[in-house]
C-alpha cells in the first residue's frame, strides 16, 4: 500500500468490505471504522491484526456478558482471517493513543 492509497482501496478491509457493511447492519451499528496499520504500508498481511473503532447506538443492547460485541469481534476476526480488535468510540483516554488513531482512522460504516 503506498501512502496515498488508503484501507479501502487495497488491504484485507477492501477485499471484505461490503461483508463488512453487511455484518454493521445486522448488529446494529451506527459507524464503524479502521485504524492502525491495516491503514498505512506498515499493514504487514502476515502478522498485523486489524483495528476497529465502533460506535452502538445509546440504547444498544449488547446482551448477557456483552455477547454481541464479543460474537461481532469473531466474526469479523474468520471473515478478515486474523485477529481483530474492536474499540468502542468513548472507551480510548489516553492522548497519544487517540492522536494516533486520529491520525490514521478511516470510515467503513454509518447509519
Known amino acids: 500500500m503506498t501512502e496515498q492509497e488508503t484501507c479501502l482501496e487495497?488491504?484485507?478491509?477492501?477485499?471484505?468490505?461490503?461483508?463488512?457493511?453487511?455484518?454493521?447492519?445486522?448488529?446494529?451499528?451506527?459507524?464503524?471504522?479502521?485504524?492502525?496499520?491495516?491503514?498505512?504500508?506498515?499493514f504487514?498481511?502476515?502478522?498485523?491484526?486489524?483495528?476497529?473503532?465502533v460506535e452502538y447506538p445509546d440504547d444498544y443492547e449488547f446482551g448477557h456478558w456483552l455477547t454481541r460485541y464479543f460474537e461481532l469481534k469473531t466474526r469479523l476476526a474468520a471473515l478478515m482471517g486474523r485477529p481483530v480488535d474492536l474499540?468502542?468510540?468513548?472507551?480510548?483516554?489516553?492522548?497519544?493513543?487517540?492522536?494516533?488513531?486520529?491520525?490514521t482512522r478511516q470510515l467503513l460504516y454509518a447509519a
Do not use: K, W
Not at 474499540?87 to 491520525?103: E, G, S
Open 10 to 42: 487495497r488491504s484485507p478491509i477492501a477485499e471484505h468490505l461490503e461483508a463488512i457493511r453487511a455484518l454493521c447492519r445486522e448488529y446494529g451499528l451506527t459507524r464503524l471504522e479502521a485504524f492502525g496499520s491495516v491503514c498505512t504500508p506498515a
Open 44 to 53: 504487514d498481511p502476515q502478522s498485523s491484526d486489524v483495528d476497529f473503532l
Open 87 to 103: 474499540v468502542m468510540v468513548d472507551a480510548p483516554r489516553n492522548a497519544y493513543f487517540i492522536q494516533a488513531m486520529n491520525q
